[in-house]
């Protein structure tokens, strides 16, 4: 597993060298490569969220991948790409905004078969799972606004934790990670120390200062993953806060 400090946790500038924003405005005026390649990967890593925002808009789930792959397909077009401005908001939020443009002025049902020129941003299987879930969650009395928070805090904490169990897969502790997670997603049904350590074969004490490393390495990621979106690091803490915020409405 990697050092605790393989990272700043400071919110210090050089967590910024490569920001989602920088991604955004770079692919703004450079047509690389490289930069489209950075921008498709941002697009999949939101597509969900801005997905289950249309369908509880009332959309179909037809429609609502046509409209979700035209959005980005017009992103990575630079159509919207030419008006982002990092000082004006947080990543999430020139995403949403811009759908909701898009959703307002230029929806045009008749140039369906038109949408996106033939590029998928993601695939067709990719899509179906995408309906699955938002099956699977059912009904909220949440806004659309507020599920596309929550889905963004989930996207986040999903990654947060896909990053900490392959780092403990690297060091082959995956059993170790396993056993330990629950103490990361709060999940009141943990069991004691004395009967985790007991399975591990490693003593309470030992149990307890791994966890406690857990849980600092996992704050650690939560920050350079937070930190893309915003515009400083100012305003990393902020922005953690209303990933809580969002998970618990």
């Not at 896909?162 to 056993?179: A, P, T």
Request: glycine share 6%; aromatic share 8%; charged share 30%.
């Amino acid at each position: 597993m990697r050092t605790p400090d393989a990272a700043p946790a400071d919110g210090s500038a050089s967590e910024f060298t490569r920001t989602h924003w920088s991604i955004v405005l770079a692919a703004a005026a450079d047509s690389s490569p490289s930069g489209c390649a950075a921008l498709e990967k941002l697009c999949s890593a939101y597509w969900y969220p801005l997905y289950a925002y249309v369908r509880r808009n009332g959309r179909s789930p037809h429609d609502a991948q046509d409209l979700v792959q035209e959005f980005f397909a017009r992103l990575l077009e630079r159509k919207y790409l030419r008006q982002a401005d990092q000082n004006r908001g947080r990543f999430r939020t020139f995403l949403l905004t811009s759908l909701k443009n898009l959703l307002i002025n230029e929806w045009k049902k008749s140039n369906r078969e038109k949408r996106g020129g033939g590029q998928r941003i993601v695939s067709l299987d990719d899509t179906d799972a995408a309906e699955t879930r938002f099956i699977a969650e059912g009904k909220s009395s949440r806004t659309p606004d507020c599920e596309y928070d929550r889905n963004w805090a989930v996207a986040i904490l999903s990654r947060v934790l896909e990053r900490l169990q392959g780092e403990f897969l690297e060091d082959g502790k995956s059993k170790i990670f396993e056993e330990l997670r629950t103490f990361l997603v709060g999940d009141e049904n943990t069991a004691p120390y004395a009967e985790i350590s007991e399975r591990l074969g490693m003593s309470e004490g030992n149990l307890k200062v791994t966890v406690h490393r857990l849980r600092r390495r996992y704050r650690e990621i939560l920050r350079e993953e937070v930190s893309p979106t915003v515009h400083d690091a100012g305003q990393i803490d902020e922005e953690i806060r209303a990933l809580r915020a969002a998970l618990s409405k």
